[in-house]
Every structure is written in structure tokens, then in C-alpha cells.
């Protein structure tokens, strides 16, 4: 059974930091690209972030504009597991973020994944 697990959310105040992490199983995730969404109520999934797990891809992490230079996207292959690091939060932060997986990076970015965990919930408030 294929599962991706999110943890790491929480409350955290503005300016802070917080590292979430996304652990995968039940299927091999060589050959995909995996990544970083966020959701707040009333508004569509919004891509963040997203990695190459695929062996031979040296090519570098993708990041939306919104989180570039503050938010890191990494991988730890041999706990097959995904992190984001994220800096400087704002309460425009503030969101359930998922991990997901798709073998096409193009297909990933537009939220049309094979694979979804359950998401965790960032809360930046003072």
C-alpha cells in the first residue's frame, strides 16, 4: 500500500522556522518527482515546492516564487523521505501543506499527482 506521511506541522511564531517531512512507502519513488503543496480554506491547492527523486536527474529543486529563498526542499534517500524546510514564516504561511508524488514534473506543478499524503497544518501566529 502506497503512503506518504506528513509530519512536522505545527504552531510557530512569525519569523520562525519549522521543518516538515514526508515519509514514503509501498512503492518505489526512483523514477518520480516529489513535492510540496499548501491549502488554506476557501482556496485551491497551491504548488510550493518540488524535488527529483530520480537518479540519474541532477537538475535543481523547483519553488514558487512566493517561498523561493526562503524555503529549502530536500531528500534523505536512504529513509525515503522528503523535508521542507521552511524560514522566515509569514502568516501567508499558514496552510495544510501535502506531499505528493508524479513521475512527470510537469504534471506534478499543476497539482495532478499519483500520490497524496494526508497533509499537515502549519499555523504562523503570534
Known amino acids: 500500500q502506497v503512503q506518504l506521511v506528513e509530519s512536522g506541522g505545527g504552531l510557530v511564531q512569525p519569523g520562525g522556522s519549522l521543518r516538515l517531512s514526508c515519509a514514503a512507502s509501498g512503492h518505489t519513488f526512483s523514477n518520480y518527482f516529489m513535492g510540496w503543496f499548501r491549502q488554506t480554506p476557501g482556496k485551491e491547492r497551491e504548488f510550493v515546492a518540488a524535488i527529483s527523486w530520480i537518479s540519474w536527474d541532477t537538475g535543481s529543486p523547483y519553488y514558487s516564487d512566493s517561498v523561493k529563498g526562503r524555503f529549502t526542499i530536500s531528500n534523505d534517500d536512504a529513509k525515503n523521505t522528503m523535508y521542507l524546510q521552511m524560514n522566515s514564516l509569514g502568516p501567508e504561511d499558514t496552510a495544510v501543506y501535502y506531499c505528493?508524488?508524479?513521475?512527470?514534473?510537469?504534471?506534478?506543478?499543476?497539482?495532478?499527482?499519483?500520490?497524496w499524503g494526508q497533509g499537515t497544518e502549519v499555523i504562523v501566529s503570534s
Open positions: 505528493a508524488a508524479d513521475p512527470v514534473i510537469a504534471r506534478l506543478r499543476r497539482g495532478e499527482c499519483d500520490y
